[in-house]
């Protein structure tokens, strides 16, 4: 990585001497004011700053520096600004810590010293970079065929974590694909069951008038064609989980069935006489909204209380910040293997198409997209097209237009900058990199509140 050192600083002749201190690997960008300090952070990104607190049209005093400090760690906040002050200033210096500077330096200026700060200020910002990174990579989901970097899903896998030993009955709520069964599976793994099994119905794919003997099985001679006993999966599932997925979709008279069980903790066989005691924990799922189903008549509310002991929602991929990405990544790798294609990366356009790309099907059609890429990539580079995705896709389908493009960053901009200083329009401004009268223009034209309209 590039070194890259801003020194702002509003005397030419001390700009000069400073810009001569640093290593030779260092790249050193100039700005004497808050305009030019603000643009050449934008432009260059600097991992370290120098700033002198008395910039102008206060250079006596240090109110610039300050406001300036602020908005630099508003737009960057992990570079390490090191601020410069005069020998006398040492209050402000402790004030500028504080404030969020990582260092200061007192005048008068010694190259030695001072090229010794910056080279910590860089080793230490490095550090910083790696530790976030293992971080990250720590920090991604430990359960077992999850992959997940998004606060969302590791705040998830957390409470998985704290449940799957309690016996618990959950129910998670989540749309399809996103990943309701991997969830249930975890707790039954993470739980004192894993030893026993893991049964799984889906509520929805079984034909009502069968669904009664698939969950609690029948007794010979029940009905026509049950020809031997047969247990169900409620008793299959005996010393261990079962998975009621699409529970939402369950008949009412076999909804009241099950909260017999679920209450009572035994169950009867169709065409069976006798109690029989099953030790199960149930987890349920559905892609239903359950209380719309209990205000049409449709989901008993005594069994929506009983399932949802813990209720646990996943959320869609597009609402998991950063996680579309890292789990396609995976999904490369597990397929490049499997498929004896190694080494095969995503292009930055085909990162661009799945970070903009809405996954109505969440992970199911994510791993299809990756496993059709793979199968047709041409090279090793796998391009948005091999996905079937558009690199320009932004998540609405008239976003091509590239006025509308820009109108909806700029707005996007604005709002967050004013969020940003707490509606202070010349702090916004400031942050913007525009003057206040366009910024009052701006908000007119995108009817944006500010405290004054
Ligand atoms: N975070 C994840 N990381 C990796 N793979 C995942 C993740 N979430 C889901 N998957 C995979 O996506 C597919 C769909 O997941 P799953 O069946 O658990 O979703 P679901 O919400 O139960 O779907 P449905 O409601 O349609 O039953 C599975 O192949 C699963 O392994």
Redesign the pocket.
């Known amino acids: 990585m590039q070194k890259k050192l801003l020194i702002i600083e509003d005397d030419p002749g001390l700009q000069s001497q400073m810009r001569w201190c640093f290593a030779e690997d260092v790249e050193v960008i100039l700005a004497q004011d808050h305009e030019t300090a603000i643009a050449a952070l934008r432009r260059h990104e600097p991992q370290v700053i120098t700033l002198d607190l008395g910039l102008p049209p206060d250079p006596g005093g240090s109110t610039v520096g300050f406001q300036l400090l602020h908005d630099l760690l508003q737009l960057a906040p992990s570079t390490r600004i090191i601020v410069v002050t005069g020998r006398e200033e040492r209050e402000n210096a402790v004030t500028a810590i504080a404030n969020g500077a990582s260092d200061f330096y007192q005048k008068p200026l010694d190259g030695d010293i001072l090229a010794f700060v910056v080279e910590r200020a860089f080793r230490l910002y490095s550090l910083e970079r790696e530790h976030e990174e293992k971080q990250q990579r720590h920090s991604a989901?430990s359960l077992k065929?999850?992959?997940?970097s998004s606060p969302q899903?590791l705040e998830i896998c957390r409470t998985v974590e704290k449940i799957a030993p309690a016996d618990v009955t959950t129910l998670?709520l989540?749309?399809?694909?996103?990943?309701?069964?991997?969830?249930?599976k975890a707790i039954h793994q993470l739980s004192s069951r894993a030893g026993n099994t893991f049964q799984a119905i889906?509520c929805a794919a079984i034909p009502e008038n069968l669904l009664e003997s698939e969950l609690f099985g029948y007794e010979k001679g029940a009905f026509t064609g049950a020809s031997a006993q047969k247990k169900g999966k409620v008793e299959q599932a005996d010393g261990g989980t079962l998975f009621l997925?699409?529970i939402g979709d369950m008949p009412m008279p076999l909804q009241a069935k099950l909260l017999r069980f679920l209450q009572e903790r035994v169950i009867e066989r169709v065409g069976g006489m006798k109690e029989i005691p099953v030790d199960v924990r149930v987890v349920c799922?559905t892609?239903q909204n359950i209380q719309t189903l209990i205000s049409e008549g449709r989901f008993r509310e005594d069994l929506f209380y009983r399932v949802s002991e813990i209720t646990l929602r996943?959320p869609p991929l597009r609402e998991r910040s950063g996680?579309a990405v890292v789990?396609a990544k995976?999904?490369l790798e597990q397929y490049c293997k499997s498929m004896d294609k190694p080494n095969m990366t995503l292009s930055s356009g085909a990162v661009l198409a799945i970070q903009n790309h809405k996954w109505p099907g969440?992970?199911?059609e994510?791993?299809n997209k990756i496993k059709r890429a793979v199968i047709m990539a041409d090279g090793k580079k796998i391009q948005a097209s091999d996905l079937e995705l558009s690199e320009h896709e932004a998540g609405s389908t008239d976003a091509l237009n590239l006025r509308q493009v820009r109108e909806t960053a700029e707005k996007n901009a604005i709002v967050h900058a004013l969020e940003l200083s707490g509606h202070n329009m010349a702090q916004a401004s400031r942050l913007l990199g525009v003057t206040r009268p366009t910024l009052y223009n701006m908000t007119d034209k995108y009817n944006i509140h500010t405290q004054s309209n």
């Open positions: 989901s065929g999850i992959v997940a899903m998670i989540g749309e399809t694909g996103t990943g309701k069964e991997v969830l249930a889906n997925d699409e799922a892609h996943t996680d789990i995976y999904l969440n992970v199911r994510l791993i």
